[in-house]
């Protein structure tokens, strides 16, 4: 009697740890692959495209990859914002007190102002149809660009090329 019962513990015990074996090899693969998909969206990002495979792969400390639905916003005027993102695939517009300033495309960044100045958004971004983007957090960047001074100039070098970009076609108009 007591060895039937101390075999179906064992039993019990040996399929509770297979469980928790294939759960954790789950787990781990999903985060392997969810890795691997960051690494290729920071690959395809112009933004990223001075920098070093070593320094792509330190922002992944900074990046999220996420993805969008029509309609999301995913920055909202008046409110403070610790994220930038880069439009890897999609569109998005941005509204000035509700009305269309620009229709933007696939490689946009947008919340770099707020990212330059610490102050609230001054437009809304709304995705226009599904998009993936790249979610970067505006402390952890922060931390990273002082720690690595070489990608802190490339990423800032471009970000002042956008902004200068965006304001020419403004004085266009």
């Known amino acids: 009697m007591v060895t039937r019962q101390a075999a179906r513990l064992f039993l019990a015990v040996v399929v509770i740890l297979v469980m928790a074996g294939n759960f954790a090899a789950e787990s781990f693969a ?3 692959t969810k890795t691997s998909e960051l690494s290729r969206a920071l690959e395809q990002a112009k933004l990223f495209a001075g920098l070093t495979d070593n320094e792509r792969a ?3 400390a ?10 999301d ?10 994220k930038m993102f880069i439009i890897l695939e999609g569109q998005a517009e941005v509204k000035v007190s509700g009305k269309l300033v620009a229709t933007l495309p696939t490689q946009s960044l947008v ?3 707020e990212f330059l100045d610490a102050l609230p958004a001054s437009a ?3 995705v226009l149809k599904r998009s993936l983007l790249i979610e970067l957090n505006n402390a952890a960047l922060t931390s990273l660009m ?3 001074p070489r990608l802190g100039y ?6 002042a090329g956008i902004e200068a970009r965006r304001l020419r076609a403004m004085n266009l108009k």
């Open 58 to 60: 330190a922002l992944k």
């Open 154 to 159: 490339m990423l800032m070098s471009k970000i």
């Open 146 to 148: 002082k720690k690595r």
């Open 30 to 32: 999903a985060e392997k």
């Open 62 to 71: 900074a990046a999220t990859l996420r993805h969008a639905q029509e309609g």
């Open 73 to 82: 916003r995913i920055i909202e005027q008046g409110k403070a914002s610790d």
């Open 124 to 126: 809304d971004v709304i």
């Open 111 to 113: 919340g770099e102002v």
